[in-house]
């Protein structure tokens, strides 16, 4: 029985470069270093320093999480933590968190973690998600899951065919990013998800805005029913910078802004 090479972090680097789409004369020019030591680290013929191989990281985007990977194969100690976010040391990010979704009250906004679990969500977001059955609403809650499966809130979307297409193309740009195994596995779940036999075409459908009752979308619309009114929301995501730690690399805040005064009034009519 034979036993596989550790790969070597020059492997790992050059996977990276590729995936990037440089050459090693662009990524030397981006690292302030030479194409020949670039080949030399690549094929093991010269050691990164820890400093080198931090750096290549940085101009390749690498995600935290794989950039420890790069240090051990160098032979290097992880940088990132990974804390678990219910660690007590996480309090003051939870109560940060906690606080920035409910200031953000009535319009809805959660976040997420790298495979799009929920792992806080205000109550705008709840009140989206009523009426789901309790299968969907089992821990851990997807955000993905949530809106695509045909018995989650895909039958409420108005323009669910483009909607669907914005999130499985986002979706697609992350693997192709961090060539993420469970990632590529929810993809590949949801993207099977049918259609809702009530999704047709997708449907503009006018709004209160404007003197022919047209709304000038400055972004693609989320444009979802509740209660028998339909609300229109532009997504913004946001994520932090620098990151230290691999769980808050991680994590991505999406908030709903109301995209028409119809939806505005609507959720400030529902506001305690």
């Known amino acids: 029985m034979t036993t596989a090479a550790p790969v070597t972090v020059g492997a790992l680097l050059r996977t990276w470069r590729e995936r990037r789409g440089l050459s090693q004369l662009e990524l030397a020019g981006r690292a302030d270093s030479s ?25 390749l985007d690498v995600p935290v999480r794989d950039r420890n990977a790069l240090l051990v194969a160098a032979g290097y100690a992880p940088r ?14 939870r109560e940060g968190l906690e606080r920035l979704l409910a200031g953000y009250e009535p319009y809805p906004a959660l976040v997420v973690n790298a495979t799009y679990d929920v792992v806080a969500a205000n109550r705008g977001i709840l009140m989206l998600m009523e009426g ?3 299968h969907l609403l089992a821990g851990p809650l997807n955000a993905m899951r949530l809106t695509l499966h045909p018995e989650g809130l895909a039958p409420r979307i108005r323009n669910l065919r483009e909607w ?7 979706m697609e740009r992350q693997i192709a990013l961090a060539r993420s195994a469970p990632l590529r596995a929810l993809y590949e779940e ?71 005064p119809a939806t505005v009034k609507y959720l400030r009519s529902l506001s305690p």
């Open 164 to 170: 669907r297409g914005h999130l499985l193309a986002q």
């Open 132 to 134: 789901l059955p309790e």
């Open 80 to 93: 990132y933590a990974h804390t678990p976010l219910g660690d007590p040391s996480m309090e003051v990010l």
């Open 35 to 59: 194409s020949r030591h670039i080949s030399f680290v690549e094929t093991g013929r010269s050691r990164p320093s820890e400093e080198m191989v931090l750096r290549l990281a940085d101009r």
């Open 190 to 260: 949801v993207s099977a998800y049918p259609l809702p036999s009530s999704a047709g075409p997708d449907e503009g459908g006018p709004d209160e805005s404007g003197p022919d009752g047209a709304v000038a979308y400055l972004a693609l619309p989320l444009r979802i029913e509740h209660d028998g009114h339909l609300l229109s929301f532009v997504s913004s995501i946001s994520t932090f910078n620098t990151p230290m730690d691999v769980t808050v690399a991680e994590l991505a805040i999406e908030t709903l802004l109301p995209a028409d």
